[in-house]
């Protein structure tokens, strides 16, 4: 899967973007709505290798968005602010990334819009390591600390947020650390450079396995997620420019179909036939124990790509909760999803 590299290098350019979307208020939102050339639609996904994430590469080689005459290009980058960006920049069509980002894309005038949901719960993981565990007993003792998320302005940047202003703590109380996922993530908590932080599998199964830190909120069911969120929690998401989805719906119909087909898939296989389709480098703790990190995460996805109900309120109250940007502003939620697309999928 080719990598596009010069993200890395447009982290300027992207962040550049955002800023000109909230100077512009309620502006052009046509960035990201050109046609996909040659028939080919890109997908920027917060992560090929996340379990949160699996749905679009088991798509891909299920064979589903060929059987659908769809050419997607899978692309990936490490934080799904990061993804994001791309989608700002007109880059790709699409990205699979967590919800919540359209809410926060749209108080700064740009309507993007989830079209098929593949989750009910946000999946994620706060965990401490070993060393700060006596000390870090909830995130009431997130104050003073250090703690990991993939990226700022991620979304395990906003629930950690959540987590700490929800139990007595400000949002400027402690310290986000950028430190990604996967071997970063674990390096980062080996070293002490965090005290703990949010992640997600098979990160976190690796964290477990190698002992190395233990669970201290747990969101990868919806049972977990609605106790530690207050309800249902709508997180990995295909979502795109509302534009784009109105001007291309023959293409975002075939992408719908291909997705809720592998939704079905996976609600009627098992963990290790989901893992004996994935790509062999993404079970990088061992088949075993990545296999284990699909079967701790499955309960998160949706069967059939709709988005829950109470799902999108329990997003805006998070966010509320700590964002100043979101905390005064008026949200339209209606136009940060449609279920349009998943309820034509045959």
């Given at each position: 899967m080719r990598r596009l590299t010069r993200f890395r290098v447009a982290a300027a350019t992207a962040a550049l973007a955002l800023t000109a979307l909230t100077a512009c208020g309620g502006g052009d939102s046509s960035a990201g709505t050109g046609s996909a050339g040659g028939g080919k639609v890109?997908?920027?996904?917060?992560?090929?290798?996340?379990?949160?994430?699996?749905?679009?590469?088991?798509?891909?080689?299920?064979?589903?968005?060929?059987?659908e005459g769809v050419?997607?290009?899978?692309?990936?980058?490490?934080?799904?602010?990061?993804?994001?960006?791309?989608?700002?920049?007109?880059?790709?069509?699409?990205?699979?990334?967590?919800?919540?980002?359209?809410?926060?894309?749209?108080?700064?005038?740009?309507?993007?819009?989830?079209?098929?949901?593949?989750?009910?719960?946000?999946?994620?993981?706060?965990?401490?390591?070993?060393?700060?565990?006596?000390?870090?007993?909830?995130?009431?003792?997130?104050?003073?600390?250090?703690?990991?998320?993939?990226?700022?302005?991620?979304?395990?940047?906003?629930?950690?947020?959540?987590?700490?202003v929800e139990n007595g703590v400000g949002a400027n109380e402690f310290t986000p650390v950028a430190v990604g996922a996967g071997q970063t993530f674990i390096s980062a908590l080996k070293q002490g450079s965090i005290d703990g932080g949010m992640t997600t599998d098979p990160t976190v199964a690796q964290i477990l396995d190698k002992k190395l830190g233990k669970v201290l909120v747990d969101m990868r069911?919806?049972?977990?997620?609605?106790?530690?969120?207050?309800?249902?929690?709508?997180?990995?998401?295909?979502?795109?420019?509302?534009?784009?989805?109105?001007?291309?719906?023959?293409?975002?119909?075939?992408?719908?179909?291909?997705?809720?087909?592998?939704?079905?898939?996976?609600?009627?296989?098992?963990?290790?036939?989901?893992?004996?389709?994935?790509?062999?480098?993404?079970?990088?703790?061992?088949?075993?124990?990545?296999?284990e990190a699909i079967k701790s995460t499955l309960p998160m996805f949706t069967d059939d790509g709709v988005m829950p109900e109470r799902g999108p309120e329990t997003v805006e109250r998070v966010l509320k909760s700590f964002n100043p940007n979101l905390k005064n502003a008026d949200v339209d939620l209606e136009k940060t999803y449609t279920t349009e697309f998943v309820k034509k999928a045959g």
């Open positions: 890109k997908i920027m996904v917060g992560g090929l290798d996340k379990v949160i994430y699996l749905p679009a590469m088991l798509t891909q080689r299920l064979g589903y968005f060929e059987d050419e997607v290009q899978l692309l990936t980058e490490p934080a799904g602010v990061q993804a994001t960006t791309s989608l700002v920049a007109g880059e790709v069509q699409g990205v699979v990334g967590f919800y919540d980002h359209t809410l926060d894309l749209q108080v700064k005038g740009k309507y993007v819009e989830s079209v098929v949901q593949l989750s009910h719960a946000s999946g994620e993981v706060e965990v401490v390591s070993n060393q700060a565990a006596d000390e870090i007993t909830s995130p009431a003792d997130f104050a003073k600390r250090k703690l990991g998320v993939t990226g700022l302005g991620s979304s395990t940047d906003f629930l950690t947020k959540y987590l700490a069911t919806p049972e977990g997620s609605e106790k530690a969120l207050g309800g249902p929690y709508p997180s990995s998401s295909l979502y795109m420019n509302t534009d784009w989805v109105n001007a291309n719906k023959e293409t975002v119909q075939k992408l719908a179909n291909a997705f809720v087909k592998t939704l079905r898939w996976m609600a009627t296989h098992s963990p290790e036939e989901i893992a004996a389709k994935m790509p062999a480098d993404y079970a990088q703790g061992g088949k075993e124990l990545y296999t």
